[in-house]
C-alpha cells in the first residue's frame, strides 16, 4: 500500500533517544550537564573578555562571538530535549520543527564563517604583523562578523523556504533527538532533488570553501613561522594558533564524522551518537580549549572568578 501524502502535517516526532527508553535519566542528565557546562562556560569567555581591556583585539572579538554562537547552537537544540524527555512526550510541532531546522543551519554555517575569519585574522597577525592594526581595523571586524552572520541567515532562510512545498508521508518519526535538515526532506513524498542540489551546494560554499582558506591560511602562517630564526619566537607564534587550530579540528573532525556516519551506517543510534558529537560537544568544549591553551584568556577568567566570589 502507498502512503498517503499528508500536506497539512502538524507534527513531528523526534525518536533519537526512545530506542533505549531504561536510559532516558541518563540521557536528561547527561544533556542537562553538557548544557549546563556550555552555557556557563561561553559566558565566562564573554564576560571575561568584555571586562579585560588587555583582551579588546579583533582575535578575541571574534572568539567572543563564536561563544555567543555556540551558547545558540545548543539553546536551538537542547532544551527541547530536555522537556519532551521530562515529559515523556517526543513530539514537536511542525512550525517548531522548521523553526529549528533554521536556527541550527544559521548557527553552525556562522561557526564556520567564524573559525574562517579567526583563521585570516591569524594569518594576517604573523604573515603581516606590522599592518595587521591597519588592516584588522574596527570597521573590517565589525563587518566580517555581519557578513558571516547574514550569508549564514540567508543560507538558512532558502532551505527551510525549500521545504514548505513538500508533501509529507504518513511516516512522521525523525531519527534524531532534533530536526535535522537531510532528515526530514528524506520523509517527504515529493521531489526533493532541488532541495539536495541545494545542500550539496551550500556544503561546499559553506564548508569545503572555509576549509580550504583556513588550510591555506595555516600553510602561510607555517611557512612564515619557520623563518623566524629564535626557537621561542617560533613557539610564541605556533601559541597564538593552537587554541583556534583545536576548535577548527573538532569543528570539522565531528563534521567529517558525521558525514562518514552517515555514508556506512543506518544505525539510528550510530546516528543519534554522530549528531551529538556534532551539535553539542563542541560548542561544550571550545571554552575549555581557549582558557587551557591561551595564557590571556586564563589570566582573565582568574580574575574575574574572583572578583565574582569576593565581591559578589
Known amino acids: 500500500m502507498e502512503p498517503a501524502n499528508q500536506t497539512g502535517i502538524s507534527e513531528f516526532f523526534l525518536m533519537g533517544l526512545t530506542y533505549v527508553p531504561e536510559l532516558q535519566p541518563l540521557f536528561f542528565n547527561l544533556f542537562l550537564s553538557m548544557y549546563f557546562i556550555t552555557i556557563i562556560g561561553n559566558l565566562l569567555i564573554i564576560l571575561a573578555i568584555s571586562k579585560d581591556s588587555c583582551l579588546h583585539t579583533p582575535m578575541y572579538f571574534f572568539l567572543c562571538n563564536l561563544s555567543l554562537t555556540d551558547i545558540c547552537t545548543s539553546t536551538t537544540t537542547v532544551p527541547k530535549i530536555l522537556l519532551n524527555i521530562q515529559v515523556h512526550d517526543q513530539s514537536i510541532t511542525y512550525v517548531g520543527c522548521l523553526s529549528q531546522v533554521c536556527f541550527i543551519l544559521t548557527f553552525c554555517v556562522l561557526e564556520s564563517c567564524l573559525l574562517t575569519v579567526m583563521a585570516y585574522d591569524r594569518y594576517v597577525a604573523i604573515c603581516q604583523p606590522l599592518r595587521y592594526t591597519n588592516i584588522m581595523n574596527p570597521f573590517l571586524c565589525i563587518f566580517l562578523v555581519l557578513l558571516a552572520l547574514f550569508m549564514s541567515t540567508m543560507n538558512a532562510l532558502l532551505h527551510t523556504i525549500l521545504v514548505l512545498p513538500l508533501s509529507f508521508c504518513t511516516e512522521q518519526n525523525v531519527p534524531n533527538f532534533f530536526c535535522e535538515l537531510g532528515q526530514i526532506i528524506k520523509l517527504s513524498c515529493s521531489?526533493?532533488?532541488?532541495?539536495?542540489?541545494?545542500?550539496?551546494?551550500?556544503?561546499?560554499?559553506?564548508?569545503?570553501?572555509?576549509?580550504?582558506?583556513?588550510?591555506?591560511?595555516?600553510?602561510?602562517?607555517?611557512?612564515?613561522?619557520?623563518?623566524?630564526?629564535?626557537?621561542?619566537?617560533?613557539?610564541?607564534?605556533?601559541?597564538?594558533?593552537?587554541?583556534?587550530?583545536?576548535?577548527?579540528?573538532l569543528f570539522y573532525g565531528t563534521g567529517l564524522g558525521v558525514y562518514m556516519n552517515a555514508s556506512v551506517s543506518n544505525s539510528s543510534i550510530s546516528n543519534v551518537i554522530a549528531s551529538m558529537m556534532y551539535s553539542v560537544v563542541p560548542q561544550m568544549l571550545n571554552p575549555f580549549i581557549y582558557s587551557l591553551r591561551s595564557k590571556e584568556i586564563k589570566g582573565s577568567l582568574k580574575q574575574l572568578i574572583i572578583g565574582i566570589i569576593c565581591f559578589p
Request: some cysteine; glycine content about 6%; charged content about 5%.
Open 191 to 249: 521531489d526533493i532533488f532541488i532541495n539536495i542540489i541545494f545542500i550539496y551546494t551550500a556544503t561546499i560554499v559553506f564548508s569545503v570553501i572555509p576549509l580550504s582558506g583556513i588550510i591555506f591560511s595555516y600553510i602561510q602562517i607555517v611557512s612564515s613561522i619557520l623563518k623566524i630564526p629564535s626557537v621561542g619566537g617560533r613557539h610564541k607564534a605556533f601559541s597564538t594558533c593552537g587554541s583556534h587550530l583545536s576548535v577548527v579540528s
